[in-house]
T-cell receptor
Framework: KQEVTQIPAALSVPEGENLVLNCSFTDSAIYNLQWFRQDPGKGLTSLLLIQSSQREQTSGRLNASLDKSSGRSTLYIAASQPGDSATYLC???????????????FGTGTRLTIIP | NAGVTQTPKFRVLKTGQSMTLLCAQD?????MYWYRQDPGMGLRLIHYSVGEGTTAKGEVPDGYNVSRLKKQNFLLGLESAAPSQTSVYFCASNTFRKAYEQYFGPGTRLTVT
């Protein structure tokens, strides 16, 4: 059974710093990995998706990397801002995925606080 | 275009009571899902549906029932609520054309006393 772990559970950093969030998974037979953002009282918003054949994806100040063989992904946030404060979750899809997301496995999330 | 909406936003139930959570999407999505989110557990799939009139069990289906009588609505029912069902419930949807573009509702916080 796939297990996805995110450490640390919470992280506080001063505004302007660069930071890295970690995600690890036990089964390397994944189709892709997705990073989400969750704001308090709201649902999830997709940030980045990395296919298993890719090493990284970038969107603005965000960069996600994937090392499939070692079961790890990182989300790098450059020049952090107070608006980046949220919970960040990663999720993996298995190799035999189809058009749905019923096999998506989520991590427990990292609650990020950017201190002004 | 409201996206995915959930009703109600908050609810407190007593053990043994029943209730139905409503999820509605106006994007004509084929797939819909119900998740629960608990501290330290991540999101876990309860039930899902790949189209009107069809439902399937997810990872943690016990104690819940679902129905998808209309394509835009996905209902989650608790027949006899238990304290273990205290959680935040999220609905999500996607079209089969873009499986990775999932849309999530804002969540329903349910407390069972």
């Amino acid at each position: 059974k796939q297990e996805v772990t995110q450490i640390p559970a919470a992280l506080s950093v001063p505004e302007g710093e660069n930071l890295v969030l970690n995600c690890s998974f036990t089964d390397s037979a994944i189709y892709n990995l997705q990073w989400f953002r969750q704001d308090p009282g709201k649902g999830l918003t997709s940030l980045l998706l990395i296919q298993s054949s890719q090493r990284e994806q970038t969107s603005g100040r965000l960069n996600a990397s994937l090392d499939k063989s070692s079961g790890r992904s990182t989300l790098y946030i450059a020049a952090s801002q107070p608006g980046d404060s949220a919970t960040y979750l990663c999720a993996v899809r298995p190799d035999d995925t189809n058009f749905g997301n019923e096999k998506l496995t989520f991590g427990t999330g990292t609650r990020l606080t950017i201190i002004p | 275009n409201a996206g995915v909406t959930q009703t109600p936003k908050f609810r407190v139930l007593k053990t043994g009571q029943s209730m139905t959570l409503l999820c509605a999407q106006d994007m004509n999505h084929e797939y819909m899902y119900w998740y629960r989110q608990d501290p330290g557990m991540g999101l876990r799939l309860i039930h899902y549906s790949v189209g009107e009139g069809t439902t399937a069990k997810g990872e943690v289906p016990d104690g819940y029932n679902v129905s998808r009588l209309k394509k835009q609505n996905f209902l989650l029912g608790l027949e006899s609520a238990a304290p273990s069902q205290t959680s935040v419930y999220f609905c999500a949807s996607n079209t089969f054309r873009k499986a990775y573009e999932q849309y999530f509702g804002p969540g329903t916080r349910l407390t069972v006393t």
